[in-house]
């Protein structure tokens, strides 16, 4: 319990020193409102003591006519009053709210969007977003509680502690004690209490967005294998654990509310009592009886009001927390302070004695690589599965840093250069091409968003993509579905072997851009590649060896060391090599698929 606690005090001053720096911004606009809910809850402030001498007027019958309409007078100009300054403070809000939660969620987006790959490997896509969107609108919950209801309640406290100090003393002190109890109560229970039970029942909403959002995505997945009734029993599992503890901090909410009330039970009584004591000590006229309950009545409303302010304060801490965390993560990869854009006039690729670690692996990938790989060279990156061929080139675009050495382009240090410029002087094609939902042509154009219309038709023909885009009903302005679902493998390989080629990028990654193609599409694209790749730094990262037999260079990978480096066809001649051991491995295995006898 007492982890529980700290943890919530912690999340609770991050949250408010997160808002308040957003305030900050717009701090003339924020000021406004505080002022205009201040002034707006003074005046209910001092109705209750017209209201008390308005009663003290008419007891002493019509004589006393001027007195009571100078006190009704002044309880009716202090309501209009009291309405026009509300309605500025929640018409200020709104700009004010809006503002930051665009703020927000911009600024949670930039950062995400810039965390490292590994970051990104572990995280749920969906979680994130809940995170984010859950994050924004529970700001629109803060703003409006500390503004417009903690505040008021707070001013409406000690204005009236004090006024009630000045003229009865023993009744200001069992006002402030029985408020002081209450506030104490609330903010105990909210914070100690429900807090932690939130905290949790969060993680499970979180979880039920990671696992919503995995399943929908792996859609045709699911199909495939008829798994539909195992997803639904997985969600299931989740949902059970959800709702039990969702159960359990709602009815903590129930029991604390209860409590609450209770307590403002005994502050009524406490009040009423002491009231009538000074009336029948002669302490107190009538009208200071009406001035001190109605005083009571209008500080009850805020303090009924206030352990409901707190616990939506409390849950919006909570929504707020996971959020505030994403801001609080530091990029994995940062630009340098003074990065500079890079130009690549050249495209010679050096690797200087690089040594690289995986997180918190004990013994590093890469230990003291050093290769060159001149400007316009072909070269094919071959080796088994995690050999390094892989991280190879993650290094290459600052996905990583290495932990000792250099990685350089035309002999400029990609940590020192801006990320942005670097990876636009690369183009990459995956193995497995990611789309956007979103148009063919803005796939195609990605890469170079000011693309005309007959550059990115030249880009699909140079991929032998223009061909299924042509006979689509929509053609360039078909939409591809999340990811790219309504295309088949190969037809998102060669949207995004176009969009290479409209990159025009100096230095040019294929991650076995061919394997997701037939046979004849294949040849089509052998033939573009050939063309892509003239004049330019290629790096093939090859699983099928007889895809790099045309290179000027093979690098051999094995447990993150090159072991063989040379032409493919002096390679091959090796006895022995461990590339001519691959490519015979290969050969065996396509022969036996074919029933052809090898030797």
């Known amino acids: 319990m007492f982890h529980s606690s700290r943890h919530g005090a912690d999340a609770l001053r991050n949250v408010l020193a997160f808002t308040f720096r957003h305030w900050a911004r717009r701090w003339a606009m924020a000021a406004g409102v505080a ?112 503004l417009l209801m903690l505040l008021p309640s707070v001013v409406v406290l000690t204005g009236t502690v004090a006024l009630l100090m000045l003229h009865w003393p023993l009744m200001g002190l069992v006002m402030a004690v029985g408020a002081l109890a209450y506030g104490a109560l609330t903010v105990t229970l909210a914070t100690r209490v429900v807090a932690p039970a939130a905290r949790l029942s969060n993680a499970w909403d979180t979880r039920i967005g990671g696992i919503l959002s995995d399943t929908l995505g792996a859609n045709q997945v699911v199909k495939a294998f008829g798994a539909e009734a195992r997803e639904d029993a997985r969600l299931q599992a989740v949902v059970v654990r959800w709702r039990r503890r969702v159960q359990r901090t709602w009815m903590l909410h129930t029991w604390s509310a209860s409590g609450e009330f209770a307590l403002l039970w005994g502050v009524r009584t406490a009040v009423t009592g002491t009231a009538l004591w000074l009336w029948w000590e002669g302490r107190a006229t009538p009208g200071d009886v009406t001035y001190v309950l109605t005083t009571y009545f209008v500080l009850h409303g805020y303090l009924r009001e206030i352990g409901q302010y707190v616990h939506n304060l409390q849950r919006a801490v909570n929504d707020m927390e996971e959020l505030v965390d994403l801001h609080g993560l530091a990029p994995g990869v940062a630009d340098a302070k003074e990065a500079r854009p890079l130009a690549v006039p050249g495209g010679e690729v050096r690797f200087d004695h690089v040594t690289f670690h995986y997180g918190l692996h004990a013994a590093p990938l890469f230990r003291d690589l050093d290769v060159t790989i001149p400007a316009g060279q072909r070269v094919g990156l071959v080796g088994p599965s995690g050999s390094g061929k892989t991280t190879f080139v993650k290094l290459l675009q600052r996905l990583y840093d290495v932990t000792g050495g250099r990685v350089l382009i035309d002999g400029h240090d990609v940590r020192e250069v801006a990320q942005a410029s670097l990876r636009q002087q690369i183009a990459i094609v995956q193995q497995e091409p990611i789309l956007f939902h979103r148009t063919l042509a803005e796939n195609i154009a990605y890469a170079r968003p000011d693309a005309t219309a007959e550059e990115i038709e030249q880009a699909a023909r140079l991929a032998n993509a223009d061909g299924f885009i042509a006979r689509l009903p929509k053609g360039y302005r078909t939409l591809v579905g999340e990811r790219g679902v309504k ?113």
């Open 487 to 599: 295309l088949s493998g190969g037809e998102r390989q060669r949207v995004a072997i176009a969009r290479a080629f409209l990159a025009d990028a100096p230095i040019l990654i294929l991650d076995e851009a061919t394997s997701s193609l037939d046979s004849e599409s294949e040849a089509a694209i052998q033939e573009a590649m050939e063309r892509l790749m003239q004049g330019r730094t290629a790096l093939i990262i090859a699983h099928r060896l007889s895809t790099v037999r045309a290179m000027d260079r093979i690098l051999v990978f094995e447990h993150g060391r090159i072991v063989e480096d040379g032409r493919p066809d002096t390679l091959l001649a090796r006895p022995d090599g461990r590339y001519r051991r691959l490519f015979e491995r290969q050969s065996e295995g396509i022969a036996g698929e074919l029933g052809v006898p090898v030797g």
């Open 35 to 146: 002022l205009a809910i201040v002034a707006a809850t003074l005046t209910e402030i001092f109705v209750p003591l017209f209201a008390g001498r308005l009663i003290d007027a008419l007891t002493q019958g019509r004589d006393a006519a001027p007195a009571a309409l100078e006190a009704f007078l002044m309880m009716a100009g202090l309501g209009l009053v009291m309405v026009v300054l509300r309605h500025l403070a929640w018409w200020g809000v709104v700009p004010l709210t809006l503002g930051i939660m665009a703020d927000v969620v911009r600024e949670a987006f930039h950062r995400v969007q810039r965390f490292s790959s590994d970051w990104h490997a572990n995280s749920f896509a969906g979680s994130t977003v809940r995170k984010i969107t859950r994050g924004m609108w529970a700001l629109d919950v803060l703003n409006d509680v500390l």
